[in-house]
Protein backbone atom coordinates (compact mmCIF):
# COMPACT_ATOMS: atom_id res chain seq x y z
CA UNK A 1 0.00 0.00 0.00
CA UNK A 2 0.78 3.55 -0.46
CA UNK A 3 1.23 5.98 2.37
CA UNK A 4 1.38 9.79 2.09
CA UNK A 5 0.83 12.36 5.20
CA UNK A 6 -1.13 15.04 3.45
CA UNK A 7 -3.75 14.60 0.89
CA UNK A 8 -4.07 16.86 -2.06
CA UNK A 9 -7.60 17.41 -2.25
CA UNK A 10 -7.93 19.77 -4.37
CA UNK A 11 -6.33 18.44 -7.10
CA UNK A 12 -6.71 15.18 -7.95
CA UNK A 13 -4.00 13.41 -11.04
CA UNK A 14 -5.05 15.39 -14.17
CA UNK A 15 -4.40 11.96 -16.53
CA UNK A 16 -7.23 9.99 -14.12
CA UNK A 17 -9.71 13.19 -14.30
CA UNK A 18 -9.15 13.07 -18.06
CA UNK A 19 -9.79 9.70 -18.45
CA UNK A 20 -13.23 9.77 -15.95
CA UNK A 21 -14.39 12.65 -18.69
CA UNK A 22 -14.00 10.43 -21.59
CA UNK A 23 -10.47 11.73 -22.65
CA UNK A 24 -7.30 9.14 -23.16
CA UNK A 25 -5.27 7.71 -20.56
CA UNK A 26 -1.15 7.57 -21.51
CA UNK A 27 -0.12 5.90 -18.64
CA UNK A 28 0.06 1.84 -18.69
CA UNK A 29 -2.54 0.32 -16.98
CA UNK A 30 -1.32 -2.55 -14.82
CA UNK A 31 -3.76 -5.12 -15.65
CA UNK A 32 -1.72 -7.89 -13.64
CA UNK A 33 -2.23 -6.03 -10.36
CA UNK A 34 -5.75 -6.74 -10.95
CA UNK A 35 -5.14 -10.56 -11.64
CA UNK A 36 -2.63 -10.61 -9.11
CA UNK A 37 -5.62 -9.53 -6.03
CA UNK A 38 -8.12 -11.70 -7.60
CA UNK A 39 -5.05 -14.78 -7.69
CA UNK A 40 -3.98 -13.77 -3.89
CA UNK A 41 -8.30 -13.56 -2.96
CA UNK A 42 -9.23 -17.02 -4.66
CA UNK A 43 -6.30 -18.20 -2.73
CA UNK A 44 -6.92 -17.17 0.87
CA UNK A 45 -10.39 -16.52 0.80
CA UNK A 46 -13.69 -18.53 0.35
CA UNK A 47 -16.29 -16.28 -0.54
CA UNK A 48 -20.06 -17.39 -0.24
CA UNK A 49 -20.67 -15.39 -3.78
CA UNK A 50 -17.63 -16.58 -5.33
CA UNK A 51 -18.25 -13.10 -7.85
CA UNK A 52 -17.64 -11.20 -4.39
CA UNK A 53 -13.88 -11.46 -4.80
CA UNK A 54 -13.77 -9.41 -8.27
CA UNK A 55 -15.85 -6.63 -6.00
CA UNK A 56 -13.07 -6.58 -3.21
CA UNK A 57 -10.45 -6.30 -5.96
CA UNK A 58 -11.76 -3.33 -7.68
CA UNK A 59 -12.87 -1.59 -4.73
CA UNK A 60 -9.22 -2.17 -3.19
CA UNK A 61 -7.86 -0.99 -6.44
CA UNK A 62 -10.06 2.48 -7.05
CA UNK A 63 -9.18 3.48 -3.38
CA UNK A 64 -5.68 4.54 -5.40
CA UNK A 65 -8.38 7.42 -6.91
CA UNK A 66 -11.75 7.72 -5.43
CA UNK A 67 -10.89 11.93 -4.90
CA UNK A 68 -12.26 11.71 -9.19
CA UNK A 69 -15.18 10.68 -7.77
CA UNK A 70 -18.13 12.52 -5.88
CA UNK A 71 -18.99 9.10 -4.21
CA UNK A 72 -17.24 6.05 -3.22
CA UNK A 73 -19.18 3.57 -1.95
CA UNK A 74 -18.38 1.46 1.72
CA UNK A 75 -17.35 -2.17 1.61
CA UNK A 76 -19.74 -3.76 3.85
CA UNK A 77 -18.81 -7.22 5.59
CA UNK A 78 -21.63 -9.14 7.19
CA UNK A 79 -21.29 -12.55 8.94
CA UNK A 80 -20.71 -14.63 11.75
CA UNK A 81 -18.06 -14.66 13.88
CA UNK A 82 -14.91 -17.00 11.99
CA UNK A 83 -16.56 -16.20 9.19
CA UNK A 84 -13.67 -14.56 7.27
CA UNK A 85 -14.87 -10.83 7.60
CA UNK A 86 -11.64 -9.43 9.95
CA UNK A 87 -9.01 -11.86 7.02
CA UNK A 88 -10.86 -9.62 4.46
CA UNK A 89 -9.81 -6.60 6.01
CA UNK A 90 -6.17 -8.12 6.51
CA UNK A 91 -5.90 -8.23 3.05
CA UNK A 92 -7.14 -4.54 1.91
CA UNK A 93 -4.84 -3.49 4.93
CA UNK A 94 -1.96 -4.68 2.35
CA UNK A 95 -3.26 -3.17 -0.61
CA UNK A 96 -5.13 -0.18 -0.47
CA UNK A 97 -4.43 3.47 -0.12
CA UNK A 98 -3.23 5.04 2.93
CA UNK A 99 -4.68 1.62 5.33
CA UNK A 100 -5.81 2.11 8.80
CA UNK A 101 -7.04 -0.67 10.17
CA UNK A 102 -8.71 -0.21 13.77
CA UNK A 103 -11.07 -1.67 16.30
CA UNK A 104 -11.39 0.92 18.93
CA UNK A 105 -9.44 3.55 17.97
CA UNK A 106 -10.50 6.94 19.00
CA UNK A 107 -13.10 8.96 16.92
CA UNK A 108 -10.66 11.54 17.48
CA UNK A 109 -7.99 10.27 15.60
CA UNK A 110 -10.01 9.31 12.90
CA UNK A 111 -11.05 12.89 12.04
CA UNK A 112 -7.54 13.78 11.74
CA UNK A 113 -6.48 10.57 9.96
CA UNK A 114 -9.28 11.32 7.16
CA UNK A 115 -8.88 14.76 7.09
CA UNK A 116 -5.31 15.05 6.27
CA UNK A 117 -4.46 11.90 4.50
CA UNK A 118 -7.94 10.55 3.06
CA UNK A 119 -6.75 7.15 4.84
CA UNK A 120 -8.80 4.07 4.05
CA UNK A 121 -10.44 3.35 6.66
CA UNK A 122 -10.93 -0.61 7.88
CA UNK A 123 -13.09 -1.20 10.64
CA UNK A 124 -13.70 -3.96 12.44
CA UNK A 125 -16.59 -5.32 14.78
CA UNK A 126 -18.89 -2.49 13.98
CA UNK A 127 -20.96 -2.98 17.07
CA UNK A 128 -18.53 -0.29 18.23
CA UNK A 129 -21.17 2.09 16.41
CA UNK A 130 -23.93 0.90 19.24
CA UNK A 131 -21.78 0.45 22.06
CA UNK A 132 -18.66 3.12 21.91
CA UNK A 133 -19.25 6.38 24.16
CA UNK A 134 -18.07 8.15 20.54
CA UNK A 135 -20.83 6.14 18.90
CA UNK A 136 -22.88 9.40 17.82
CA UNK A 137 -19.55 10.97 16.01
CA UNK A 138 -18.51 7.73 14.27
CA UNK A 139 -21.89 7.61 13.24
CA UNK A 140 -20.92 11.10 12.05
CA UNK A 141 -18.14 10.46 10.10
CA UNK A 142 -19.76 7.52 8.48
CA UNK A 143 -22.87 9.02 7.36
CA UNK A 144 -20.80 12.13 5.20
CA UNK A 145 -18.11 10.16 4.41
CA UNK A 146 -19.16 8.54 0.95
CA UNK A 147 -19.18 11.68 -0.88
CA UNK A 148 -16.98 13.96 -1.66
CA UNK A 149 -18.25 17.41 0.12
CA UNK A 150 -18.48 15.46 3.35
CA UNK A 151 -17.57 17.18 6.30
CA UNK A 152 -18.56 17.17 9.97
CA UNK A 153 -17.83 20.12 12.29
CA UNK A 154 -16.63 20.04 15.76
CA UNK A 155 -16.71 22.23 18.71
CA UNK A 156 -12.82 22.41 19.62
CA UNK A 157 -12.20 20.25 23.12
CA UNK A 158 -9.47 23.64 24.03
CA UNK A 159 -12.17 26.22 23.40
CA UNK A 160 -15.38 25.91 23.38
CA UNK A 161 -16.74 29.37 21.06
CA UNK A 162 -14.06 27.80 17.96
CA UNK A 163 -16.01 25.14 15.58
CA UNK A 164 -13.36 22.86 13.85
CA UNK A 165 -14.63 21.68 10.39
CA UNK A 166 -13.16 18.06 9.21
CA UNK A 167 -13.13 16.43 5.83
CA UNK A 168 -14.72 13.21 5.58
CA UNK A 169 -14.71 11.91 2.46
CA UNK A 170 -12.61 8.65 2.07
CA UNK A 171 -13.04 4.72 1.23
CA UNK A 172 -13.86 2.83 4.11
CA UNK A 173 -14.71 -0.82 4.58
CA UNK A 174 -16.80 -2.38 7.81
CA UNK A 175 -16.65 -5.67 9.39
CA UNK A 176 -19.89 -6.56 11.22
CA UNK A 177 -21.64 -9.17 13.05
CA UNK A 178 -24.82 -7.76 12.84
CA UNK A 179 -26.37 -6.08 10.18
CA UNK A 180 -25.63 -2.69 9.94
CA UNK A 181 -28.10 0.29 10.06
CA UNK A 182 -30.36 1.27 6.83
CA UNK A 183 -28.43 4.55 6.31
CA UNK A 184 -25.05 2.96 6.17
CA UNK A 185 -25.94 -0.05 4.57
CA UNK A 186 -27.65 2.20 1.43
CA UNK A 187 -24.57 4.19 1.31
CA UNK A 188 -22.25 0.60 0.85
CA UNK A 189 -21.70 -2.69 -1.44
CA UNK A 190 -22.44 -5.35 1.14
CA UNK A 191 -21.02 -8.74 1.03
CA UNK A 192 -21.82 -11.59 3.03
CA UNK A 193 -19.60 -13.85 4.66
CA UNK A 194 -20.06 -17.46 5.97
CA UNK A 195 -17.75 -19.89 8.10
CA UNK A 196 -15.53 -21.85 4.86
CA UNK A 197 -15.34 -25.74 4.99
CA UNK A 198 -12.15 -25.26 3.00
CA UNK A 199 -9.65 -25.77 5.23
CA UNK A 200 -7.13 -24.88 2.51
CA UNK A 201 -7.89 -21.43 2.23
CA UNK A 202 -9.27 -21.12 6.02
CA UNK A 203 -5.50 -21.73 6.71
CA UNK A 204 -3.93 -19.10 4.89
CA UNK A 205 -2.40 -16.13 7.09
CA UNK A 206 -2.28 -12.73 5.35
CA UNK A 207 0.64 -11.43 5.96
CA UNK A 208 1.30 -7.68 5.60
CA UNK A 209 5.37 -8.06 5.28
CA UNK A 210 4.73 -11.08 2.53
CA UNK A 211 6.97 -10.98 -0.92
CA UNK A 212 3.89 -11.09 -2.83
CA UNK A 213 2.86 -6.99 -1.68
CA UNK A 214 6.40 -5.73 -2.97
CA UNK A 215 5.53 -6.45 -6.33
Not at 27 to 53: C, Q, W
Not at 90 to 116: E, H, Q, R
Not at 186 to 191: E, F, H, M, N
Amino acid sequence: PIHIDQFNRDEPDDQISSFISGGKLTIGLKSDVYDLLLGELDKSIDFYNSDDKYIVAIWAIGTYFFSVFQTYPYLVLSGSRGSGKTKVLDFLNCVVFNPVKCGNTSVSSLFSLIDSGRSTILLDEAEMLKNSEEAGDLKRILNMGYKSDGVVMRTNKDNAMAVETFQTYSPKAIASINKVDETLSSRGITITMIKTGDKKRGNVVIRKDSWIWGV
